[in-house]
């Protein structure tokens, strides 16, 4: 059974993780969800790269009040600006050594200025550097420094001034770093049991962002109902939920997996009535896809089967009503209906229905074969193949 969660185009390579765990040991020394610490499994190569929340990026860095320098002369006080200026200038010229050296230079003469300099919002100013340099090192296949430098920059904010109260923003961006290390960890070396620490914080963090948010603290949160402030996106909300759902996944933890993805797919697919974006809706069918593996995977019962059944023809039905309202394919679309035309097919061919299977398992082949997924013609093929055998 194909489960569609993004593959990761990084690179894996050993990454120092030294100021990580420093930061790492200020987090609770239990559970915070009070989970068993079981190890999951590494990230195997699935055959569908699903675009998906965790692909995300930039959003899922929570660029709010950042965007790219176009205000530094306002965010930033003279002593920090130089730098940025030449940082910028040595950037556009595509001297990317250069460029980090000035950028590295303005982060380190900001963690030493007081917060006062940066008026509002100091946390987010001042990692927002970190969080530019990073990428460019990402960019330039400098994991171990990138990985390094999200490290510190969380740590900066998680060990801030007591005086100092975080805004909703800085606080968010707190968790979308930790979301990025937690992508990182295989690539980097981080063990699964701080992977998971980290991505639990995450969760935690953006729950209760959440609920301060919503102001009635006492009132259980309503994903189907949920009102974001401002500042705050689906993506943020949602990078989160699927990344600790998906290291649960691996683990073959379903009751901790499914509810996860469950909220996601509450936050993306609202009450009825509510107009529907058809990326939300293709999203949330990737969220579904995943339900359906986990439930099916091992020898699944028939209560199992049939709950994953349903699952899949919900994301079927989701995929057709995005596509329809849409005039030009959507990558995550056109993707997750490759996962979820197989999937259909592999239940279908459980209850022993091969002919319908093979219905479905040929769309499946159709649909990898003009998106150009190889991995989805194949294994399209090979089940094809498997039903003929049968017959013969």
Same mark, same amino acid.
């Given at each position: 059974?194909?489960?569609?969660?993004?593959?990761?185009?990084?690179?894996?390579? $050993?990454?120092?993780?030294? /100021?990580? *765990?420093?930061? #790492? +040991?200020?987090? &609770?020394?239990?559970?915070? =969800? @009070?989970?068993?610490?079981?190890?999951?499994?590494?990230?195997?190569?699935?055959?569908?790269?699903?675009?998906?929340?965790?692909?995300?990026?930039?959003?899922?860095?929570?660029?709010?009040?950042?965007?790219?320098?176009?205000?530094?002369?306002?965010?930033?006080?003279?002593?920090?600006?130089?730098?940025?200026?030449?940082?910028?200038?040595?950037?556009?010229?595509?001297?990317?050594?250069?460029?980090?050296?000035?950028?590295?230079?303005?982060?380190?003469?900001?963690?030493?200025?007081?917060?006062?300099?940066?008026?509002?919002?100091?946390?987010?100013?001042?990692?927002?550097?970190?969080?530019?340099?990073?990428?460019?090192?990402?960019?330039?296949?400098?994991?171990?420094?990138?990985?390094?430098?999200?490290?510190?920059?969380?740590?900066?904010?998680?060990?801030?001034? $007591?005086?100092?109260?975080? /805004?909703? *923003?800085?606080? #968010? +961006?707190?968790? &979308?770093?930790?979301?990025? =290390? @937690?992508?990182?960890?295989?690539?980097?070396?981080?063990?699964?049991?701080?992977?998971?620490?980290?991505?639990?914080?995450?969760?935690?963090?953006?729950?209760?962002?959440?609920?301060?948010?919503?102001?009635?603290?006492?009132?259980?949160?309503?994903?189907?109902?949920?009102?974001?402030?401002?500042?705050?996106?689906?993506?943020?909300?949602?990078?989160?939920?699927?990344?600790?759902?998906?290291?649960?996944?691996?683990?073959?933890?379903?009751?901790?997996?499914?509810?996860?993805?469950?909220?996601?797919?509450?936050?993306?697919?609202?009450?009825?009535?509510?107009?529907?974006?058809?990326?939300?809706?293709?999203?949330?069918?990737?969220?579904?896809?995943?339900?359906?593996?986990?439930?099916?995977?091992?020898?699944?019962?028939?209560?199992?089967?049939?709950?994953?059944?349903?699952?899949?023809?919900?994301?079927?039905?989701?995929?057709?009503?995005?596509?329809?309202?849409?005039?030009?394919?959507?990558?995550?679309?056109?993707?997750?209906?490759?996962?979820?035309?197989?999937?259909?097919?592999?239940?279908?061919?459980?209850?022993?229905?091969?002919?319908?299977?093979?219905?479905?398992?040929?769309?499946?082949?159709?649909?990898?074969?003009?998106?150009?997924?190889?991995?989805?013609?194949?294994?399209?093929?090979?089940?094809?193949?498997?039903?003929?055998?049968?017959?013969?």
């Amino acid at each position: 059974m194909l489960r569609s969660r993004a593959v990761r185009h990084i690179l894996r390579r $050993p990454c120092a993780y030294d /100021s990580y *765990r420093q930061s #790492l +040991r200020r987090f &609770s020394t239990e559970h915070p =969800l @009070g989970l068993p610490p079981n190890s999951p499994p590494p990230r195997s190569t699935l055959w569908i790269a699903t675009a998906c929340f965790g692909t995300l990026g930039a959003a899922a860095l929570a660029y709010a009040g950042w965007d790219a320098y176009n205000n530094w002369r306002n965010l930033y006080p003279l002593e920090v600006r130089v730098d940025l200026k030449a940082g910028i200038g040595a950037k556009n010229k595509g001297d990317s050594e250069s460029s980090a050296y000035y950028k590295r230079k303005a982060w380190d003469t900001a963690i030493t200025l007081p917060l006062e300099v940066f008026k509002t919002e100091p946390y987010l100013k001042i990692t927002g550097i970190a969080v530019d340099l990073a990428g460019d090192l990402e960019e330039d296949g400098k994991t171990q420094e990138a990985f390094a430098l999200y490290s510190d920059a969380l740590n900066l904010i998680r060990n801030g001034s $007591p005086e100092q109260v975080l /805004s909703g *923003r800085e606080r #968010l +961006r707190a968790v &979308s770093l930790a979301v990025k =290390l @937690g992508q990182l960890a295989e690539p980097c070396g981080l063990p699964v049991d701080e992977e998971e620490k980290i991505l639990v914080f995450a969760v935690e963090e953006m729950l209760k962002l959440l609920k301060d948010a919503q102001g009635d603290k006492s009132q259980p949160l309503d994903f189907f109902h949920l009102k974001l402030p401002s500042w705050m996106t689906k993506t943020d909300v949602g990078v989160p939920l699927q990344e600790l759902g998906d290291f649960y996944g691996r683990a073959g933890k379903l009751e901790y997996a499914i509810p996860l993805y469950i909220q996601g797919i509450s936050l993306l697919v609202p009450e009825d009535g509510v107009k529907l974006l058809p990326e939300d809706m293709c999203q949330a069918a990737h969220l579904m896809n995943n339900i359906v593996e986990l439930t099916v995977r091992g020898t699944p019962t028939a209560e199992r089967q049939l709950y994953a059944e349903t699952w899949a023809h919900k994301a079927l039905s989701l995929l057709q009503a995005a596509r329809k309202d849409t005039k030009e394919p959507i990558p995550i679309c056109e993707l997750a209906l490759c996962a979820a035309l197989f999937n259909a097919g592999m239940l279908r061919e459980l209850s022993g229905d091969e002919k319908r299977a093979r219905s479905f398992f040929m769309a499946s082949f159709q649909q990898s074969k003009s998106y150009g997924v190889e991995q989805g013609v194949a294994a399209a093929k090979d089940a094809i193949e498997r039903l003929n055998a049968k017959q013969t």
